[in-house]
């Protein structure tokens, strides 16, 4: 079973910047393929970003050049920074991680989800 719990939301100015934290446990984070989504008030979760086991990055179109996923296996722990906010990204963060396949940011299928972090960007 892997645990996973998020860190680092908050509020920000738009053009203003974040870095969330997801810390893993049960698994080491090096054999997980792990990755970011969120979910707006109304909205269905949108994948933002996602990390496979040898480090290749997946973005979002709408995150990319803004957002950084990266990974430090030595502390099992997951990051986004997310530079540039804009107010329409305000949402709850969710990390997401499979241990056995790597899906796609555009699947929401992903079986290990943290409890998510939220991430308010005002005008």
């Known amino acids: 079973q892997v645990q996973l719990v998020e860190s680092g939301g908050g509020s920000v100015q738009a053009g203003g910047s974040l870095r969330l934290s997801c810390a893993a446990s049960?698994?080491?984070?090096?054999?997980?393929?792990m990755g970011w989504f969120r979910q707006a008030p109304g909205k269905q979760r949108e994948g933002v970003a996602r990390?496979?086991?040898?480090?290749?990055?997946i973005y979002a179109d709408s995150v990319k050049g803004r957002f950084t996923i990266s990974k430090d296996n030595s502390k099992n722990t997951l990051y986004l920074q997310m530079n540039s906010l804009e107010p329409e990204e305000t949402a709850m963060y969710y990390c997401?991680?499979?241990?056995?396949?790597?899906?796609?940011?555009?699947?929401?299928?992903?079986?290990?989800w943290g409890q998510g972090t939220q991430v308010t960007v005002s005008s």
């Open positions: 997401v991680a499979e241990r056995v396949f790597c899906r796609s940011i555009y699947d929401s299928q992903w079986t290990y």
């Open positions: 049960g698994y080491g984070s090096s054999s997980l393929c």
């Open positions: 990390i496979e086991r040898n480090g290749v990055t």
